[in-house]
């Protein structure tokens, strides 16, 4: 799994009425999740670069829908749209996003074009990092959420401060950070997005007294970031929880305290990678060990604790395997056959880096590779629900 240091997530839905939007990724001074090796216990951040079927939450059944114009497999007419709530589930299948290119340092609206070009369609949702006092979304992701020829949703992965605790966030100490960026997305970006706070908290945990950075701490930290964008107008922010997905930290004493709580968070999320450990899609999204025998795997376990929250795959990419140059195709492969026994999953978002810490996750690295991707980026099942405005 990786990790992208300086992260917030936000998704801008822009169909229609709600008007949608997909932020772009510069890539400088960014890092990844993949970043983050997931299953290894103890693993440290890499250092920073340029990171039943149809059914939703009964909490999200009263929510204001809108349709989007879904195509016919085949191009010759719409099928019955499918609809999507005011907390961006989609009734019909999955979005299908991508982080583009990270780590090479192309600037988001070229990266995303390239990946696109790539993988044969265009995103739902584009997956972009920020950091520290940064503004977003910046001029250039508003840009590509409103492209008319291709609007997108945004996926904002923040990560407020390096330098403050959990616990110091969570008394205060940004709040003038906090409102700063509330004014600025109040007053250029109206759009619904995707927002996760500091992703993939597990292997920064420290449980010492004193730290500061207790599973409570970041709990009481999401929870005060989200209520303070809140309070300050940011009422169009879907908030996600985006965990690791590895068993070892799932199985920490403190894991459940994590949590920030239901009203703070309206997706739940994971960041699972496949490497040598992965031989299927149920051994992606449900990873286990055998050093861990009562760790049943996340989607099982989002499945019973979160029973009224869609999931997403905020992150997931396979390495290169050079002893298996065709694992790649059939990995992707294998997702496109099993991907409709997992219901609960509402978006898969792709992280796409040459140079990602663990490996080479790019889908295109032999041509079976990008022609199975590209097959399974145009299945019917990701290829539903359509980003509003998008013809």
Not at 1 to 6: D, F, K, N
Not at 149 to 154: A, E, H, M, T
Not at 186 to 207: A, G, I, Q, S, W
């Amino acid at each position: 799994m990786v990790r992208i240091a300086g992260s917030a997530v936000i998704l801008v839905l822009g169909l229609g009425t709600l008007g949608l939007g997909m932020a772009g990724l510069s890539g400088l001074g960014r890092t990844s999740s993949a970043s983050k090796t997931s299953d290894a216990a103890g693993a440290r951040q890499a250092p920073s670069t340029p990171g039943t079927p149809g059914a939703e939450s009964p909490g999200a059944s009263r929510e204001p829908r809108t349709s989007a114009r879904v195509p016919d497999p085949a191009g010759e007419r719409p099928r019955a749209a499918c609809e999507v709530t005011g907390r961006l589930v989609p009734s019909c299948g999955a979005w299908w996003g991508v982080a583009p290119e990270i780590f090479t340092g192309r600037p988001p609206e070229r990266a995303l074009a390239r990946a696109e070009r790539r993988m044969g369609r265009p995103a739902d949702i584009m997956h972009v990092y920020h950091r520290g006092d940064e503004l977003f979304p910046t001029s250039a992701e508003r840009a590509i959420a409103r492209d008319p020829d291709g609007r997108r949703l945004l996926l904002i992965n923040w990560k407020p401060s390096l330098e403050h605790t959990w616990e110091q966030i969570a008394h205060g100490a940004l709040d003038e950070r906090i409102d700063r960026l509330a004014a600025h997305i109040v007053r250029t970006f109206p759009e619904k997005f995707f927002l996760t706070v500091h992703h993939e908290p597990e292997n920064d945990v420290r449980e010492a007294r004193g730290a500061g950075m207790s599973a409570a701490d970041y709990a009481a930290m999401f929870r005060h970031v989200v209520r303070r964008l809140r309070h300050g107008g940011v009422t169009n922010a879907v908030t996600v929880m985006t965990y690791m997905g590895a068993p070892n930290w799932a199985s920490e004493p403190w894991f459940e305290k994590l949590y920030p709580g239901d009203d703070v968070v309206d997706w739940v999320g994971m960041d699972p990678y496949v490497d040598h450990r992965v031989h299927s899609f149920d051994g992606l999204v449900n990873k286990t060990r055998p050093d861990f025998p009562r760790w049943p795997g996340f989607y099982r376990w989002m499945s019973g604790r979160f029973p009224g929250k869609p999931v997403m795959l905020a992150e997931w990419g396979v390495f290169e395997r050079h002893d298996r140059p065709g694992f790649k195709e059939w990995f992707f492969a294998s997702v496109r056959e099993e991907i409709r026994d997992y219901p609960r999953i509402k978006a898969l978002v792709y992280f796409d880096s040459p140079r990602a810490p663990r490996g080479d996750t790019r889908f295109d690295t032999t041509p079976g590779g990008r022609r199975s991707f590209a097959e399974l980026a145009r299945d019917p099942y990701l290829d539903a629900a359509v980003p509003a405005g998008r013809s």
